[in-house]
Protein backbone atom coordinates (compact mmCIF):
# COMPACT_ATOMS: atom_id res chain seq x y z
CA UNK A 1 0.00 0.00 0.00
CA UNK A 2 0.95 3.63 -1.06
CA UNK A 3 1.91 5.76 1.82
CA UNK A 4 -0.47 8.70 2.86
CA UNK A 5 2.04 11.14 2.27
CA UNK A 6 2.01 10.96 -1.98
CA UNK A 7 -1.42 12.16 -1.34
CA UNK A 8 0.79 15.71 -0.68
CA UNK A 9 2.88 15.32 -3.29
CA UNK A 10 0.28 16.52 -5.59
CA UNK A 11 1.21 20.14 -4.31
CA UNK A 12 4.46 21.33 -3.51
CA UNK A 13 7.22 24.28 -3.32
CA UNK A 14 8.57 25.55 -6.45
CA UNK A 15 11.88 28.01 -5.60
CA UNK A 16 13.49 29.02 -8.90
CA UNK A 17 17.14 27.29 -9.11
CA UNK A 18 19.40 30.19 -8.01
CA UNK A 19 22.45 29.47 -9.71
CA UNK A 20 20.75 29.31 -13.64
CA UNK A 21 19.49 33.00 -12.70
CA UNK A 22 15.77 31.85 -13.06
CA UNK A 23 12.92 33.89 -11.02
CA UNK A 24 13.71 34.07 -7.47
CA UNK A 25 10.25 34.22 -6.13
CA UNK A 26 9.16 32.22 -3.62
CA UNK A 27 5.98 30.39 -4.57
CA UNK A 28 3.69 27.38 -3.46
CA UNK A 29 2.57 25.14 -6.60
CA UNK A 30 -1.07 23.91 -5.13
CA UNK A 31 -3.14 21.06 -6.93
CA UNK A 32 -4.04 23.44 -9.64
CA UNK A 33 -0.77 23.78 -11.72
CA UNK A 34 -1.78 27.47 -12.50
CA UNK A 35 -2.63 28.68 -9.07
CA UNK A 36 -0.24 30.39 -6.72
CA UNK A 37 -0.22 31.06 -3.06
CA UNK A 38 2.66 32.56 -1.05
CA UNK A 39 4.87 31.16 1.48
CA UNK A 40 3.29 34.10 4.50
CA UNK A 41 -0.18 32.62 2.75
CA UNK A 42 0.49 29.12 3.46
CA UNK A 43 2.38 29.27 6.58
CA UNK A 44 0.12 30.15 9.01
CA UNK A 45 -1.05 27.12 10.70
CA UNK A 46 -0.38 23.45 11.13
CA UNK A 47 -1.99 21.97 7.81
CA UNK A 48 0.31 24.67 5.59
CA UNK A 49 3.35 23.58 7.33
CA UNK A 50 2.73 19.84 6.59
CA UNK A 51 2.10 20.77 3.08
CA UNK A 52 5.23 23.27 2.96
CA UNK A 53 7.20 20.33 4.44
CA UNK A 54 5.88 17.43 1.78
CA UNK A 55 7.68 19.86 -0.91
CA UNK A 56 10.85 19.11 1.09
CA UNK A 57 10.37 15.36 0.33
CA UNK A 58 9.35 15.89 -3.15
CA UNK A 59 12.62 17.83 -3.61
CA UNK A 60 14.55 14.89 -2.43
CA UNK A 61 12.42 12.53 -4.57
CA UNK A 62 13.67 14.70 -7.45
CA UNK A 63 16.98 14.83 -6.84
CA UNK A 64 18.40 11.46 -5.26
CA UNK A 65 15.84 8.85 -6.19
CA UNK A 66 16.19 7.23 -9.41
CA UNK A 67 13.25 9.01 -10.64
CA UNK A 68 11.80 9.13 -14.40
CA UNK A 69 12.11 12.39 -16.75
CA UNK A 70 11.12 14.99 -14.08
CA UNK A 71 14.90 14.36 -12.70
CA UNK A 72 17.69 14.58 -15.59
CA UNK A 73 20.34 13.50 -12.86
CA UNK A 74 19.35 11.26 -10.42
CA UNK A 75 22.10 11.14 -8.04
CA UNK A 76 21.73 7.25 -6.99
CA UNK A 77 22.16 6.47 -10.44
CA UNK A 78 24.68 9.02 -11.91
CA UNK A 79 27.10 8.91 -8.88
CA UNK A 80 26.01 5.96 -7.27
CA UNK A 81 25.75 3.48 -10.03
CA UNK A 82 26.67 4.32 -13.14
CA UNK A 83 30.56 5.27 -11.99
CA UNK A 84 31.39 2.50 -10.45
CA UNK A 85 31.60 -0.94 -11.08
CA UNK A 86 28.27 -2.90 -10.99
CA UNK A 87 27.55 -2.16 -14.50
CA UNK A 88 28.76 -0.92 -18.04
CA UNK A 89 27.27 1.22 -20.27
CA UNK A 90 27.03 0.97 -24.28
CA UNK A 91 27.29 3.24 -26.85
CA UNK A 92 24.34 4.09 -26.93
CA UNK A 93 24.20 5.07 -23.47
CA UNK A 94 24.47 8.98 -24.05
CA UNK A 95 26.06 10.88 -21.08
CA UNK A 96 25.91 8.04 -18.73
CA UNK A 97 28.61 6.41 -21.11
CA UNK A 98 30.65 9.60 -20.39
CA UNK A 99 29.93 9.48 -16.32
CA UNK A 100 31.24 5.55 -16.79
CA UNK A 101 34.30 6.14 -18.72
CA UNK A 102 35.52 9.12 -16.88
CA UNK A 103 35.34 11.36 -19.74
CA UNK A 104 32.89 14.04 -18.08
CA UNK A 105 34.75 17.65 -18.26
CA UNK A 106 33.17 21.18 -17.12
CA UNK A 107 31.02 21.17 -19.88
CA UNK A 108 29.19 18.02 -20.07
CA UNK A 109 25.81 18.88 -19.61
CA UNK A 110 24.93 15.83 -17.47
CA UNK A 111 27.08 17.24 -15.00
CA UNK A 112 25.96 20.69 -14.86
CA UNK A 113 22.19 19.33 -14.43
CA UNK A 114 23.16 17.69 -11.57
CA UNK A 115 24.27 20.67 -9.95
CA UNK A 116 21.71 22.86 -10.90
CA UNK A 117 19.18 20.12 -9.76
CA UNK A 118 21.08 19.34 -6.08
CA UNK A 119 21.18 22.74 -5.29
CA UNK A 120 17.40 23.98 -6.38
CA UNK A 121 16.17 20.92 -4.53
CA UNK A 122 18.66 22.18 -1.64
CA UNK A 123 17.36 25.89 -1.99
CA UNK A 124 13.64 24.52 -1.61
CA UNK A 125 14.23 22.34 1.76
CA UNK A 126 16.51 25.49 3.61
CA UNK A 127 12.98 27.36 2.50
CA UNK A 128 11.53 24.56 4.30
CA UNK A 129 13.58 25.24 7.22
CA UNK A 130 14.02 28.63 7.69
CA UNK A 131 10.16 29.34 7.29
CA UNK A 132 8.65 26.55 9.10
CA UNK A 133 11.10 27.43 11.90
CA UNK A 134 9.99 30.95 11.80
CA UNK A 135 6.24 30.11 12.66
CA UNK A 136 4.77 31.37 15.55
CA UNK A 137 3.22 29.51 18.82
CA UNK A 138 -0.33 30.32 17.65
CA UNK A 139 0.41 29.38 13.99
CA UNK A 140 1.70 25.66 15.15
CA UNK A 141 2.31 23.70 18.44
CA UNK A 142 6.48 24.22 19.22
CA UNK A 143 6.92 19.77 19.40
CA UNK A 144 5.03 19.55 15.53
CA UNK A 145 7.20 22.38 14.51
CA UNK A 146 10.40 21.24 15.86
CA UNK A 147 9.24 17.75 14.42
CA UNK A 148 8.79 18.90 10.94
CA UNK A 149 11.92 21.34 11.35
CA UNK A 150 13.96 17.87 12.15
CA UNK A 151 12.36 16.08 9.31
CA UNK A 152 13.75 18.73 7.26
CA UNK A 153 17.24 18.81 8.07
CA UNK A 154 17.69 15.50 7.59
CA UNK A 155 16.41 15.79 3.81
CA UNK A 156 18.66 18.58 3.88
CA UNK A 157 21.63 16.23 5.02
CA UNK A 158 20.95 14.17 2.04
CA UNK A 159 21.32 16.38 -0.77
CA UNK A 160 24.49 18.22 1.08
CA UNK A 161 25.68 14.32 1.22
CA UNK A 162 25.28 14.29 -2.84
CA UNK A 163 26.98 17.29 -3.01
CA UNK A 164 29.73 16.94 -0.98
CA UNK A 165 30.59 13.38 -2.39
CA UNK A 166 30.07 13.85 -5.96
CA UNK A 167 32.59 17.55 -6.00
CA UNK A 168 33.93 17.53 -2.61
CA UNK A 169 34.54 21.25 -2.71
CA UNK A 170 31.07 23.13 -2.80
CA UNK A 171 29.50 25.87 -1.72
CA UNK A 172 27.59 25.43 1.88
CA UNK A 173 24.52 27.26 1.71
CA UNK A 174 22.94 26.63 5.20
CA UNK A 175 19.69 29.10 4.52
CA UNK A 176 17.63 29.88 1.70
CA UNK A 177 18.59 32.22 -0.73
CA UNK A 178 16.23 34.50 -2.25
CA UNK A 179 17.98 36.98 -3.65
CA UNK A 180 20.58 36.98 -6.52
CA UNK A 181 22.77 38.86 -5.05
CA UNK A 182 23.41 35.70 -2.84
CA UNK A 183 24.67 33.48 -5.63
CA UNK A 184 28.46 34.19 -5.36
CA UNK A 185 29.63 32.51 -2.51
CA UNK A 186 32.80 30.68 -1.98
CA UNK A 187 33.44 26.83 -1.73
CA UNK A 188 33.33 25.22 1.91
CA UNK A 189 35.92 22.96 3.24
CA UNK A 190 34.90 19.38 2.66
CA UNK A 191 35.32 18.89 6.80
CA UNK A 192 33.15 21.78 7.23
CA UNK A 193 30.05 20.57 5.12
CA UNK A 194 30.52 17.34 6.65
CA UNK A 195 30.28 18.80 10.37
CA UNK A 196 27.14 20.93 9.08
CA UNK A 197 25.58 17.81 7.99
CA UNK A 198 26.59 15.48 11.69
CA UNK A 199 25.02 18.75 13.17
CA UNK A 200 22.02 18.65 11.51
CA UNK A 201 21.22 15.21 12.09
CA UNK A 202 22.19 15.44 15.84
CA UNK A 203 20.04 18.46 16.25
CA UNK A 204 17.34 16.67 14.76
CA UNK A 205 17.54 13.40 17.04
CA UNK A 206 15.49 14.55 19.82
CA UNK A 207 12.40 15.46 18.12
CA UNK A 208 11.53 12.55 15.39
CA UNK A 209 9.28 9.60 15.91
CA UNK A 210 10.60 6.16 16.68
CA UNK A 211 8.32 4.29 14.23
CA UNK A 212 9.49 2.68 11.27
CA UNK A 213 8.18 5.91 9.36
CA UNK A 214 6.18 4.84 6.19
CA UNK A 215 8.33 6.94 4.07
CA UNK A 216 8.48 9.40 6.60
CA UNK A 217 12.09 10.75 8.20
CA UNK A 218 12.69 8.88 11.79
CA UNK A 219 15.16 8.62 14.80
CA UNK A 220 16.35 5.22 13.10
CA UNK A 221 16.76 6.95 9.72
CA UNK A 222 18.69 9.70 11.37
CA UNK A 223 21.22 7.55 13.33
CA UNK A 224 21.69 5.40 10.37
CA UNK A 225 22.35 8.30 7.53
CA UNK A 226 24.68 9.91 11.21
CA UNK A 227 26.31 6.64 11.21
CA UNK A 228 27.37 6.30 7.21
CA UNK A 229 28.35 10.04 7.21
CA UNK A 230 30.19 9.14 10.07
CA UNK A 231 31.98 6.26 8.51
CA UNK A 232 32.15 8.14 5.13
CA UNK A 233 34.57 10.88 7.45
CA UNK A 234 36.93 7.61 7.85
CA UNK A 235 37.92 7.85 4.31
CA UNK A 236 38.86 9.77 1.77
CA UNK A 237 39.39 13.06 1.75
CA UNK A 238 39.18 13.94 5.12
CA UNK A 239 40.29 10.23 6.98
CA UNK A 240 39.47 11.09 10.22
CA UNK A 241 39.59 7.74 11.95
CA UNK A 242 38.27 9.25 14.95
CA UNK A 243 34.89 8.78 13.71
CA UNK A 244 34.77 4.59 13.84
CA UNK A 245 33.26 5.26 17.14
CA UNK A 246 30.68 7.38 16.81
CA UNK A 247 29.75 5.52 13.45
CA UNK A 248 29.23 2.64 15.91
CA UNK A 249 26.92 4.56 18.59
CA UNK A 250 24.60 5.71 16.03
CA UNK A 251 24.27 2.38 14.15
CA UNK A 252 23.68 0.24 17.12
CA UNK A 253 21.17 2.68 18.58
CA UNK A 254 19.45 2.04 15.24
CA UNK A 255 19.97 -1.74 15.61
CA UNK A 256 18.77 -1.64 19.45
CA UNK A 257 15.74 0.14 18.60
CA UNK A 258 13.26 -2.70 18.05
CA UNK A 259 11.64 -1.29 15.00
CA UNK A 260 13.70 -2.86 11.75
CA UNK A 261 14.45 -6.26 11.23
CA UNK A 262 15.63 -8.45 7.79
CA UNK A 263 12.73 -9.70 5.96
CA UNK A 264 13.39 -13.88 5.83
CA UNK A 265 13.29 -13.77 1.88
CA UNK A 266 15.90 -11.42 0.25
CA UNK A 267 13.40 -11.56 -2.85
CA UNK A 268 10.46 -10.13 -1.32
CA UNK A 269 12.43 -7.00 -0.18
CA UNK A 270 12.04 -5.10 -3.12
CA UNK A 271 8.23 -6.26 -3.68
CA UNK A 272 5.51 -3.25 -4.54
CA UNK A 273 3.82 -5.37 -1.47
CA UNK A 274 7.26 -4.57 0.84
CA UNK A 275 8.36 -0.86 -0.03
CA UNK A 276 8.05 -0.11 3.63
CA UNK A 277 8.55 -3.15 5.43
CA UNK A 278 10.51 -3.73 8.72
CA UNK A 279 13.78 -3.42 6.44
CA UNK A 280 13.67 -0.03 5.30
CA UNK A 281 15.02 2.27 7.54
CA UNK A 282 14.21 5.15 5.17
CA UNK A 283 12.65 4.98 1.37
CA UNK A 284 12.11 7.68 -0.82
CA UNK A 285 8.31 7.49 -2.06
CA UNK A 286 7.83 6.71 -5.65
CA UNK A 287 4.45 6.12 -7.59
CA UNK A 288 3.71 5.27 -11.36
CA UNK A 289 2.36 5.17 -13.74
CA UNK A 290 0.47 8.46 -14.68
CA UNK A 291 0.86 9.74 -11.31
CA UNK A 292 3.94 12.13 -12.24
CA UNK A 293 5.74 10.71 -9.20
CA UNK A 294 6.87 7.49 -10.98
CA UNK A 295 10.46 5.98 -11.25
CA UNK A 296 12.91 4.15 -13.31
CA UNK A 297 13.35 1.01 -10.91
CA UNK A 298 12.21 -2.06 -12.57
CA UNK A 299 13.13 -1.25 -15.78
CA UNK A 300 15.90 0.85 -16.19
CA UNK A 301 17.97 -2.17 -13.85
CA UNK A 302 15.22 -4.56 -15.92
CA UNK A 303 15.84 -7.02 -18.28
CA UNK A 304 15.72 -7.31 -22.02
CA UNK A 305 12.79 -7.40 -23.34
CA UNK A 306 9.86 -4.46 -23.50
CA UNK A 307 8.29 -2.92 -20.97
CA UNK A 308 4.93 -4.48 -21.11
CA UNK A 309 6.37 -7.75 -20.89
CA UNK A 310 8.14 -6.92 -17.40
CA UNK A 311 11.49 -6.03 -19.46
CA UNK A 312 13.62 -2.75 -19.64
CA UNK A 313 15.16 -0.76 -22.15
CA UNK A 314 17.97 -0.53 -19.69
CA UNK A 315 21.14 1.33 -20.79
CA UNK A 316 23.38 -0.42 -18.84
CA UNK A 317 24.60 -4.32 -18.77
CA UNK A 318 26.20 -6.30 -15.71
CA UNK A 319 29.60 -5.77 -14.99
CA UNK A 320 31.43 -9.30 -15.53
CA UNK A 321 33.21 -9.10 -12.20
CA UNK A 322 30.24 -7.95 -10.11
CA UNK A 323 28.29 -11.30 -11.67
CA UNK A 324 31.58 -13.49 -11.28
CA UNK A 325 31.39 -12.44 -7.19
CA UNK A 326 28.39 -14.00 -6.55
CA UNK A 327 27.85 -17.92 -5.64
CA UNK A 328 26.15 -18.39 -8.08
CA UNK A 329 24.94 -22.09 -7.73
CA UNK A 330 23.74 -20.89 -4.52
CA UNK A 331 23.34 -17.25 -3.58
CA UNK A 332 19.94 -16.14 -4.26
CA UNK A 333 20.83 -12.67 -4.71
CA UNK A 334 22.13 -13.79 -7.96
CA UNK A 335 18.82 -14.67 -9.52
CA UNK A 336 17.26 -12.14 -7.94
CA UNK A 337 19.76 -9.08 -9.00
CA UNK A 338 20.96 -10.66 -12.49
CA UNK A 339 18.56 -10.67 -15.53
CA UNK A 340 19.64 -13.94 -17.67
CA UNK A 341 16.13 -13.96 -19.52
CA UNK A 342 14.51 -12.18 -22.24
CA UNK A 343 11.52 -10.26 -20.76
CA UNK A 344 9.42 -11.07 -23.87
CA UNK A 345 10.02 -14.65 -23.88
CA UNK A 346 9.75 -15.49 -20.24
CA UNK A 347 7.32 -15.09 -17.43
CA UNK A 348 9.35 -12.69 -14.84
CA UNK A 349 8.11 -14.31 -11.77
CA UNK A 350 9.32 -18.06 -13.28
CA UNK A 351 12.41 -16.76 -14.53
CA UNK A 352 14.14 -16.71 -11.20
CA UNK A 353 13.62 -20.22 -10.93
CA UNK A 354 14.01 -21.76 -14.63
CA UNK A 355 17.37 -21.88 -15.84
CA UNK A 356 16.36 -23.01 -19.26
CA UNK A 357 14.83 -19.62 -19.37
CA UNK A 358 18.73 -18.11 -19.04
CA UNK A 359 19.44 -17.35 -23.04
CA UNK A 360 21.09 -13.94 -22.72
CA UNK A 361 24.57 -13.87 -23.48
CA UNK A 362 26.91 -12.64 -20.67
CA UNK A 363 27.71 -9.26 -22.13
CA UNK A 364 24.36 -8.34 -22.11
CA UNK A 365 22.93 -9.57 -18.77
CA UNK A 366 20.90 -6.97 -16.97
CA UNK A 367 20.18 -5.85 -13.81
CA UNK A 368 16.62 -7.09 -12.39
CA UNK A 369 15.96 -6.04 -8.50
CA UNK A 370 13.03 -4.89 -8.88
CA UNK A 371 11.03 -7.56 -11.06
CA UNK A 372 8.54 -5.83 -12.91
CA UNK A 373 4.77 -7.10 -13.40
CA UNK A 374 4.21 -8.42 -16.93
CA UNK A 375 1.91 -7.04 -18.05
CA UNK A 376 2.67 -3.20 -17.21
CA UNK A 377 2.77 0.15 -18.68
CA UNK A 378 5.64 1.63 -16.58
CA UNK A 379 8.09 2.86 -18.75
CA UNK A 380 9.44 6.05 -17.26
CA UNK A 381 7.04 5.37 -14.86
CA UNK A 382 7.71 2.93 -12.08
CA UNK A 383 6.13 2.58 -9.15
CA UNK A 384 8.89 0.85 -7.08
CA UNK A 385 10.01 2.87 -3.89
CA UNK A 386 14.18 4.29 -3.62
CA UNK A 387 15.23 2.65 -0.78
CA UNK A 388 17.61 4.97 0.38
CA UNK A 389 19.08 3.26 3.39
CA UNK A 390 17.83 -0.31 4.31
CA UNK A 391 18.23 -2.57 7.59
CA UNK A 392 20.90 -5.42 5.94
CA UNK A 393 22.84 -1.64 5.09
CA UNK A 394 22.90 -0.89 8.86
CA UNK A 395 24.20 -4.51 9.79
CA UNK A 396 26.86 -4.07 6.97
CA UNK A 397 27.91 -0.44 8.30
CA UNK A 398 27.93 -1.59 12.15
CA UNK A 399 30.59 -4.27 11.18
CA UNK A 400 32.84 -1.62 9.55
CA UNK A 401 32.30 0.10 12.16
CA UNK A 402 34.08 -2.20 14.52
CA UNK A 403 36.47 -3.50 12.24
CA UNK A 404 37.79 0.03 11.53
CA UNK A 405 38.19 0.09 15.21
CA UNK A 406 39.75 -3.22 15.09
CA UNK A 407 37.09 -4.34 17.45
CA UNK A 408 35.00 -6.91 15.17
CA UNK A 409 34.58 -10.22 16.28
CA UNK A 410 33.10 -12.95 15.04
CA UNK A 411 29.91 -13.12 17.02
CA UNK A 412 29.43 -9.71 15.16
CA UNK A 413 30.33 -11.29 11.99
CA UNK A 414 27.59 -13.83 12.75
CA UNK A 415 25.11 -11.15 13.63
CA UNK A 416 25.46 -9.06 10.40
CA UNK A 417 27.35 -10.21 7.48
CA UNK A 418 26.64 -14.02 8.08
CA UNK A 419 22.63 -13.42 8.79
CA UNK A 420 22.27 -11.70 4.99
CA UNK A 421 24.38 -14.73 3.65
CA UNK A 422 22.24 -17.01 5.64
CA UNK A 423 19.31 -15.24 4.34
CA UNK A 424 21.16 -15.47 0.64
CA UNK A 425 21.10 -19.33 0.94
CA UNK A 426 24.52 -19.85 1.30
CA UNK A 427 26.30 -22.85 3.23
CA UNK A 428 28.18 -23.20 6.08
CA UNK A 429 31.04 -23.33 3.65
CA UNK A 430 30.14 -20.00 2.61
CA UNK A 431 30.22 -17.81 5.78
CA UNK A 432 32.42 -15.50 6.45
CA UNK A 433 35.39 -15.77 9.62
CA UNK A 434 37.02 -13.05 11.70
CA UNK A 435 40.61 -12.81 9.34
CA UNK A 436 42.96 -9.87 9.86
CA UNK A 437 41.45 -5.96 9.81
CA UNK A 438 42.77 -5.66 5.95
CA UNK A 439 41.32 -9.27 5.45
CA UNK A 440 38.10 -8.09 6.73
CA UNK A 441 37.56 -4.58 5.19
CA UNK A 442 38.28 -6.95 2.27
CA UNK A 443 35.00 -9.10 2.93
CA UNK A 444 32.53 -6.38 4.24
CA UNK A 445 33.31 -4.40 0.71
CA UNK A 446 32.31 -7.56 -1.17
CA UNK A 447 29.56 -7.90 0.63
CA UNK A 448 28.21 -4.53 -0.07
CA UNK A 449 28.02 -5.30 -3.05
CA UNK A 450 26.32 -7.73 -3.68
CA UNK A 451 23.67 -7.20 -0.83
CA UNK A 452 23.11 -3.25 -2.18
CA UNK A 453 23.66 -3.13 -5.49
CA UNK A 454 22.33 -0.99 -7.63
CA UNK A 455 20.61 0.98 -4.14
CA UNK A 456 23.20 3.99 -4.97
CA UNK A 457 26.09 3.18 -2.49
CA UNK A 458 28.88 1.52 -4.70
CA UNK A 459 31.11 4.69 -5.44
CA UNK A 460 30.98 5.87 -2.40
CA UNK A 461 31.66 2.88 -0.49
CA UNK A 462 34.75 2.59 -2.54
CA UNK A 463 36.06 5.72 -2.16
CA UNK A 464 36.06 5.13 1.21
CA UNK A 465 37.55 1.86 1.60
CA UNK A 466 40.34 3.60 -0.46
CA UNK A 467 39.28 0.94 -3.30
CA UNK A 468 38.21 3.25 -5.88
CA UNK A 469 40.95 3.37 -8.51
CA UNK A 470 42.08 0.00 -8.13
CA UNK A 471 37.76 -1.32 -8.81
CA UNK A 472 37.49 1.57 -11.98
CA UNK A 473 40.84 0.81 -13.58
CA UNK A 474 40.29 -2.88 -13.05
CA UNK A 475 37.06 -2.81 -15.33
CA UNK A 476 38.71 -4.69 -18.50
CA UNK A 477 34.88 -5.79 -19.84
CA UNK A 478 35.23 -5.23 -23.41
CA UNK A 479 32.44 -6.61 -25.80
CA UNK A 480 29.33 -4.77 -26.81
CA UNK A 481 29.42 -1.59 -24.29
CA UNK A 482 31.71 1.81 -24.92
CA UNK A 483 34.95 1.01 -23.80
CA UNK A 484 36.46 0.88 -20.25
CA UNK A 485 37.25 3.51 -17.96
CA UNK A 486 40.50 1.47 -17.62
CA UNK A 487 42.31 3.65 -20.22
CA UNK A 488 40.48 6.82 -18.85
CA UNK A 489 40.69 7.01 -15.40
CA UNK A 490 43.02 9.23 -13.39
CA UNK A 491 43.35 9.92 -9.69
CA UNK A 492 41.47 13.45 -9.90
CA UNK A 493 38.70 11.92 -11.51
CA UNK A 494 37.42 10.75 -7.56
CA UNK A 495 35.43 13.60 -7.54
CA UNK A 496 33.37 15.48 -10.28
CA UNK A 497 34.38 18.82 -11.82
CA UNK A 498 32.57 21.91 -11.34
CA UNK A 499 30.75 23.06 -14.49
CA UNK A 500 32.12 25.36 -16.43
CA UNK A 501 28.11 27.14 -16.34
CA UNK A 502 28.43 27.75 -12.98
CA UNK A 503 32.06 28.97 -12.83
CA UNK A 504 30.75 31.53 -15.34
CA UNK A 505 28.04 32.36 -13.29
CA UNK A 506 30.07 32.72 -9.95
CA UNK A 507 33.70 34.29 -10.59
CA UNK A 508 34.35 33.29 -7.16
CA UNK A 509 34.21 29.36 -7.33
CA UNK A 510 37.41 27.48 -8.28
CA UNK A 511 37.81 24.20 -10.03
CA UNK A 512 38.64 20.86 -8.65
CA UNK A 513 42.34 20.36 -9.56
CA UNK A 514 42.71 18.71 -12.94
CA UNK A 515 39.80 19.36 -14.54
Same mark, same amino acid.
Given at each position: ?117 ? %? @?? +?????? *?? $?????? !?????? &? ?116 ? %? @?? +?????? *?? $?????? !?????? &? ?232
Amino acid at each position: MKKDRKNYLKAFILLGAIITLSSCSDTFLSEDPDTFVSPPLLLVNKEGAQTYLNGAYDAVQQSIAPTGGSNPAPWSIYWGTTAADEVVFPNWGGERKLIYLHQVTPTTGAINQAWVKY %Y @ES +LNRINS *VV $DRIDAM !SPDQIE &SDLKNQYVAEAKFLRTTLNFALVSSWENVPLLKNEVTSLDDINVTQAAPSEVYDFMVSDLISALPYLPTEQGGGRVTTGAANALLGKIYLQMTGFPLNQTDKFPLAEQALKKVMDSGV %Y @EL +LPDYAT *VF $DLDNEQ !SQEMVF &SISLDGPALGEGGILGFFFGPQGSVQNGGGWGTCHINHSFADSYDIENDVRMINNIARHNANNTDPETAVTDPASWTVAKNTWRGWKWHAESPNGYANDSPFDYPYIRYADVLLLYAEALNGQNKLTQGVIDNTVNRLRTRAGLTAADMMVLGSQEDNATELLSERRKELCFEGWRRNDLIRFGKYAESISGITQGGPNAGDPITQYEDFEIRWPIPDAQMQLNPNLVQNPGY
